[in-house]
């Protein structure tokens, strides 16, 4: 990883959130949905919260190291940490603008399915120097960020209300979900810039006068999968009838393809999709 100027200065900031506040269990340095055109460059101090664990240049605290050591698992731990039972239903800090980036010379790629290309190669570390220990952290406690979010979001506009899929790929953030959640989401609230406007993706589901009864349903993992596989395999150039990966038609014109194992890969999917609301700050 490389890292910027205010690497450090950030860490020594956000060390504060993470011994005065329980519900916060890392500082990351990685914004998931980091891209240029996502982010507000004139906002280099902002930091968020975000449920998803973005990794990429985190911190810790050694009580919490030593929960997760004993059966820390050697391979795919990051998504290892983003499953309920791990998480336990506290947050990360990550800042609107990355203050790690992937070394291409020393790192190699390290993503398949053209995640490398497709944005982490393209999210570059804050050009703007904050000196984070002059900032006050309190604003980033649960009790007072939870308010100000709630303030934020019944204050706006509703627009329209789409698939999470579908809007995300619009929008040009990442789609997938793990453990229920997308990346960057607190409480579901996805915040990044489209168009020079403050977009959050809001789902329906959510309380805004009581944030903490929502939940993360893992099913939306299976749901997410099952949308990756219709827009591959359903549309006019593939296959045309029923989209149903279960269904003995689908299931037999794999076959004649000889893409089985193709259709085996995706596992267990299931065929309903996330609502969402838009909202639009400026």
């Known amino acids: 990883l490389d890292i910027a100027k205010d690497f450090f200065s950030y860490f020594t900031w956000g060390k504060q959130v993470l011994l005065?506040?329980?519900?916060?269990?890392?500082?990351?340095?990685?914004?998931?949905?980091?891209?240029?055109?996502?982010?507000?460059k004139d906002t280099a101090e902002k930091v968020w919260r975000t449920d998803f664990f973005p990794g990429l240049g985190?911190?810790?605290?050694?009580?919490?190291?030593?929960?997760?050591?004993?059966?820390?698992?050697?391979?795919?731990?990051?998504?290892?940490?983003?499953?309920?039972?791990?998480?336990?239903?506290?947050?990360?800090?990550?800042?609107?603008i990355s203050r790690t980036s992937h070394n291409m010379k020393v790192a190699?790629?390290?993503?398949?399915?053209?995640?490398?290309?497709?944005?982490?190669?393209?999210i570059a570390v804050s050009s703007t120097a904050v000196d984070f220990t002059l900032l006050?952290?309190?604003?980033?406690?649960?009790e007072s960020y939870d308010e100000q979010l709630q303030q934020t979001l019944m204050d706006t506009m509703f627009s329209t209300t789409r698939e999470w899929f579908n809007l995300a790929q619009k929008v040009g953030i990442m789609v997938d979900i793990r453990g229920g959640m997308q990346r960057t989401a607190y409480y579901g609230v996805v915040a990044v810039m489209y168009k020079n406007c403050r977009l959050f993706l809001v789902p329906t589901e959510l309380d805004l006068n009581i944030l903490e009864t929502y939940h993360y349903d893992e099913k939306r993992d299976l749901q997410l999968r099952y949308l990756e596989f219709a827009k591959t395999y359903c549309n006019a150039k593939m296959y045309t009838g029923v989209c149903d990966p279960e269904s003995p038609d689908m299931v037999a014109w794999f076959k004649k393809k000889r893409w089985l194992k193709r259709l085996q890969a995706y596992g267990k999917m299931m065929l309903s999709i996330l609502t969402i609301i838009c909202i639009f700050l400026m």
């Open 20 to 40: 005065a506040d329980s519900t916060v269990w890392c500082v990351s340095a990685w914004n998931d949905n980091g891209l240029p055109n996502l982010v507000n």
């Open 58 to 96: 985190w911190m810790l605290t050694r009580n919490l190291w030593k929960e997760l050591s004993p059966k820390f698992p050697k391979v795919y731990w990051d998504d290892w940490m983003r499953t309920k039972e791990v998480r336990n239903g506290r947050s990360c800090l990550r800042p609107e």
């Open 108 to 122: 190699g790629k390290g993503s398949s399915g053209g995640l490398y290309k497709a944005f982490l190669s393209n």
């Open 136 to 142: 006050p952290y309190e604003n980033m406690l649960k």
